[in-house]
């Protein structure tokens, strides 16, 4: 698993970052402080405060959705 830590700042932001989760084989994890949200679930995602960091933690396989999230990486 690779981690990166990410900044999202709109709501339209997490539906995108939900969409391409949901195609990832394998778990993406999102980590805020000591909370963790499933990254393919919008309900889950909604859970975290963005006005923070969030860790993200994604199989080393996902290429197209480390591609994606590089428009987030702080």
């Keep these: 698993m690779k981690k990166t830590k990410i900044n999202i700042n ?3 932001d997490i539906v995108i970052f939900v969409q391409y989760a949901s195609k990832v084989n394998g ?3 999102v980590y805020c402080d000591n909370k ?3 990254g ?3 309900m889950s995602m909604m859970t975290l ?3 923070k960091d ?3 933690e ?3 396989t ?3 959705f480390e591609s994606f999230i590089s428009n987030f990486i702080i």
Excluded: H, M, T
């Design 62 to 64: 996902a290429f197209a």
């Design 49 to 51: 405060d963005f006005n």
């Design 10 to 12: 709109s709501i339209y």
């Design 36 to 38: 963790k949200a499933n």
């Design 27 to 29: 778990d993406i994890n």
């Design 40 to 42: 393919a679930s919008l």
């Design 58 to 60: 994604y199989p080393e």
């Design 54 to 56: 969030l860790i993200v």
